[in-house]
């Protein structure tokens, strides 16, 4: 098959709807496939060299605002009040305490979820107010945590009477059998809070990171900080939420140019 075949084939999934991403895999198989043969000495050379696929869409992350912030950090009580009103009788209120402390710190830190379930009390400096992050690649960082996370997460250890064991998990799944807490149990209780919150229930977890960066970023940090915070190997990973300081920028623009 020519090259016209195969612009043929791009224009056709055009057409049909496929998006960017769609496209790209496609053809990205169709490399290998040519490569293979290349390889093998069925052909001397790809028909797909030279054809330009449309570039792939970045789509923003979606972050929550401070108001929507501050609805889902208060859900976890009124989750549990409206449980006490419910069965009319004594309700445990330690899942919701650690719930409340969960989101705190995710928050807080910027971290993703599988950090948060990895972190242990030695982890915690607490005159120093950091956490000690081990992140992707097994790459640690310090990152700092608000009194607001060190507060909720000293009430939720008074409640269960936490052991101080330098190893153990900042967070239980099972008070009882001190069992670590896992990404399926915080995002199965997030889409809980979501909706006592009126929030879209599929949110995920990682949308208190976005909004975590997207909250420093307006409120003036800079980006080299944000990497720092977020653990980003990369800046460039880190310039998608430049997208989302615009608002921001236009009001510095506003305030300062002569002729705005």
Not at 5 to 22: A, I, K, N, P, T
Not at 81 to 97: F, L, P, R, W
Not at 194 to 207: N, Q
Not at 227 to 249: F, S
């Amino acid at each position: 098959m020519g090259r016209d075949v195969f612009r043929s084939y791009l224009r056709f999934l055009g057409r049909e709807g496929y998006g960017r991403s769609s496209t790209q895999v496609r053809f990205s198989a169709l490399r290998s496939f040519y490569k293979f043969l290349i390889g093998k000495g069925q052909v001397k050379q790809s028909p797909l060299r030279n054809i330009i696929l449309p570039r792939k869409e970045h789509h923003l992350p979606q972050f929550l605002t401070l108001r929507q912030i501050q609805a889902l950090l208060e859900a976890p009580a009124k989750a549990y009040e409206a449980k006490c009103k419910q069965k009319k009788t004594h309700v445990s209120s330690d899942a919701y305490i650690r719930d409340s402390a969960v989101l705190e710190t995710l928050y807080s830190c910027g971290l993703r979820i599988s950090e948060l379930c990895g972190l242990l009390v030695e982890d915690l400096l607490w005159n120093e107010q950091l956490v000690c992050v081990k992140g992707k690649g097994r790459k640690e960082r310090m990152t700092p945590i608000g009194m607001h996370a060190l507060d909720s997460i000293q009430r939720y250890w008074d409640m269960i009477g936490h052991p101080q064991d330098p190893e153990v998990p900042v967070f239980f799944a099972n008070t009882a059998k001190h069992s670590v807490i896992y990404p399926r149990l915080i995002q199965a209780r997030l889409k809980h809070y979501l909706v006592i919150a009126g929030l879209d229930p599929s949110l995920t977890p990682h949308k208190l990171r976005h909004s975590f960066a997207t909250h420093l970023l307006n409120a003036g940090a800079d980006l080299r900080s944000i990497q720092e915070l977020l653990g980003h190997a990369h800046l460039v990973t880190t310039q998608i939420y430049t997208h989302l300081g615009t608002d921001r920028i236009k009001g510095v623009y506003d305030a300062a140019h002569p002729r705005a």
